[in-house]
């Protein structure tokens, strides 16, 4: 290549060029590296848990046998919590996201209260487990022997284990309350809908951002009143992209151990819940409980099993998103 | 007269064609750029004017849909050829963007960044002080050179990026309407600073404003869409002569027609 | 004229509606902020309780250095928080250490170099890693990565490994958050207008060039605060490390001993069932409380740095 008389510049190409080439593979490595740890986890899990995967798992309760261990109460208690959180969050985070995209005004207060989302969104799942066993699970003592509250109500409240308030709301032997929740189904879905509740607002918010204003445009110069046009045709809209969210966000709050151990899930349940007001437990705990018992079938054989039965239901629920997703989704 | 020719040509494009994918952008251009003088490109939008000045410094490589035919001779070797690395080619061959695109680094910092990766040996300073006043803007910042160089207006950073060009010590500039998003008087000054570096480089300008293109050039191209393709944009080199003669007495219909505004 | 009758507008009642449904969603839209208000009154409230103890002093909790709160002796010298602090922060460091270089990698590979074919392809893979549940990185924790830590510095080097230790920890850890990394550095580093890197190229720079020189630090604040949101999940990252670390509060850099650290305690507390109002019941909300005052600290840094970030490209 023709160089410049008298050039200054010592364009040391095959160097450069050189420093390219090494850079562009330490680059791929570093995505390769992610690539075979997930590779290593998945053989790993195989290797040390096929064999375990039998009707026994899904049959039975937790046991001091490995042989006769089995999931059944993690799996149900599980799939009844993330129903209930679910139930509670939805209603919830879509309440809240339609005011802050539908309604609410610019002034400090939305202001404010997109920061406090945003910063709630990144509060570590420990902390809301706290926040659950202080307000849910104890709340905050309320309803012990000692606190003003009983005394100045003059409440009859028991004691021991399952201390605290007991009635049946209108008399009705089905509708009972316990005050506090304490380790109940009933505390753990709250806390859990607490620790979901910032992503299906942020999530809900786009789905509803994305519908376009023509639309809302049309529906008011129709006469429609604000509520009509959110609900009638807004929501309905959005809701693929907000079902979506949220089946997301469940599917996180799945593999959420912290919050419910602090809660009081346990790990020895020998029963299926059948209230809100049992005690339960999680496909997460159980498999923790596995990994720190001694033997090595619960340690390395069951807890790699429970996990591939575990991991087999969250990729159900994300495929389940993925695909609403893509069935619902209008294109505009 | 060839060997004349080829004393005097720095850049020569023969039978040239670009296409994006499967849309062709233009067709077969031949041109022969002589030295330390003004090139302007004209013609209407959508021809294939800067793809056509992108060829000239392999800008664009760096579009992976883009396939170039044809070849491209600077000071007699073939650009396209296979032994030729594209970034030595860009260090003489220098480019100036129609938005002004100074890096988010002092002025400082933005002139010395070509002679930096090309491993300049020379004083930098006096580099970027040389710059800087081929570029007109010295004057105007000498006192600071620490200052970003996005603090500056418009037309600053405009002839910051010239100056930017310029420190690498091209032979030729190519400047893809450069002016188009300054105002008049920034621009007047853009133009007065092409008829000074003329003398020491070649410009080779693509432009949209007819009466910046006939006042600052020597030669003029005129690309237009090839009216043998009906449904397809594809641009071809209607005509290419002295600047006066384009604008007093064009040899071709449609580029009287164009510079007559009677389309474009 | 007739007079129009089939329109009727909207009802008293409707209006009263539609003011009644507004006074809803406005009470779910500032629901947030109680749920914040209750997080702060939970474990402050807990917390007072904890350091109005007379066995509990506040000075020595945050320079003590012996964390032994299960000790017979109950006394303000076994209610030092640094063991748990150090633990909790040598474990995000060296996680970091993985997390940030890999991330960063991966990112500008994804953004500088990968056509459409190949982002479809690694994209999915972090994507699978950011969702999987950190339980399982614990599991495979001990299941794969502590034996071969153990292989290599037992046997290679003879240096001892405690069966938990915070490099185990660490490493899950870095590769956990390596997505969280490489997200967010990719979209700042596509922020980055195409015409600085056209400059560049222009100039005669290489492809490396122009990523290491230009577009790298035209992006820097945007990957700045990726690399503090990392490091903030770390902090507060439970399960994973609660297996691999173990549980032996001790104030050491070496990372081939069991640490403790802060949510790992939380945890082990929780599991032997401490009843309200005992001191170790308490104690879990002051270690709650650093908690959540490091992460929030460390999430709101982050976020400043990208808003200013997101301040130079719109």
Known sequence: MNNNHQSDFRENLKNRHTIGKWFYIILLACLLVGLLMLTALIIDLAVEGHAWIRPELFSNYHSRKPEQAGMKSAIIGSLIVMALTGLFSFPLGIGAAIYLEEYAKKNWLTNFINININNLAGVPSIVYGMLGLAVFGRMFGLFSTDSWLVKLLHLKVGEGTLSGLQFNLFGISWLEIHLPFHKSLLAGALTMTLLILPVVIISSREAIRSVPNTIREAAFGLGATKWQVVSKQVVPIAMPGIITGIILSLSRAIGETAPLIIMGAFTYVPFLPKSIWDQFTVMPIQIYNWITLPQTEFRVNLAAAGILVFLAILLTFNAIAVLLRKKLEIKW | MKEELSNSTIISAKNLSVSYGSQEAFHGITLDIPRNKIVAIIGPSGCGKSTLIRCFNRMNDLVPSAKVSGDVFYNGQNIYGPNVDAVQVRRQIGMVFQKPNPFPKSIYENISFGAKVNNYQGNMDELVEKSLKQAALWDEVKDDLTKSGLALSGGQQQRLCIARALATEPEVILMDEPASALDPIATLKIEELMQELKEQYTIIIVTHNMQQASRASDLTAFISLDRTRVDDRVGVLVEYDLTEKIFIKPAEKETEDYISGRFG | ?314
């Open chain 3, 1 to 314: 004229m007739k007079k129009s009758s089939t329109f009727l507008g909207h009802s008293k009642k409707e209006i009263n509606r539609e003011k009644i449904i507004s006074a809803i969603l406005f009470l779910c839209g500032v629901f947030s902020v109680l749920v914040t208000i209750g997080i702060i009154v939970s474990l402050f409230s807990e917390t007072i309780g904890f350091f109005s103890r007379p066995e509990v002093s506040l000075l020595k909790f945050f320079t003590g250095t012996t964390w032994r709160p299960l000790a017979s002796k109950v006394s303000p010298d076994n209610f030092g928080v640094l063991p748990l602090i150090t633990g909790t922060l040598l474990i995000a460091f060296l996680s970091a250490i993985i997390s940030v270089p890999l991330g960063l990698g991966s990112a500008i590979f994804l953004s500088e170099y990968a056509s459409e074919r190949i982002r479809d392809i690694f994209k999915p893979v972090l994507e699978i890693l950011a969702g999987i549940p950190s339980i399982v990185y614990g599991y495979f924790a001990i299941s794969f990565i502590t034996p071969i830590i153990r292989k290599v510095f037992e046997n290679w080097f003879g240096v001892e490994v405690s069966f938990f230790n915070a490099l185990s920890a660490s490493i899950v850890l870095g590769i956990m958050i390596i997505p969280t990394v490489a997200s967010i550095s990719e979209d700042a580093l596509r922020a980055v207008p195409r015409s600085l890197r056209e400059a560049g190229y222009s100039l005669g720079a290489t492809r490396f060039e122009v990523i290491t020189k230009i577009v790298v630090p035209a992006a820097l604040s945007g990957i700045t605060a990726a690399f503090i949101l990392a490091f903030s999940r770390a902090v507060g990252e439970t399960m994973a490390v609660t297996i691999a670390a173990g549980s032996t509060p001790q104030i050491t850099l070496n990372p081939l001993k069991s640490v403790q650290t802060m949510t790992a305690f939380i945890v082990q507390v929780s599991f032997g069932d401490a009843p309200s109002g005992t001191i170790n019941g308490q104690s879990i909300f002051a270690v709650g409380a650093t908690l959540f005052v490091m992460t929030f600290g460390m999430n709101v840094i982050s976020d400043l740095v990208m808003k200013k970030f997101r301040e130079e490209y719109e």
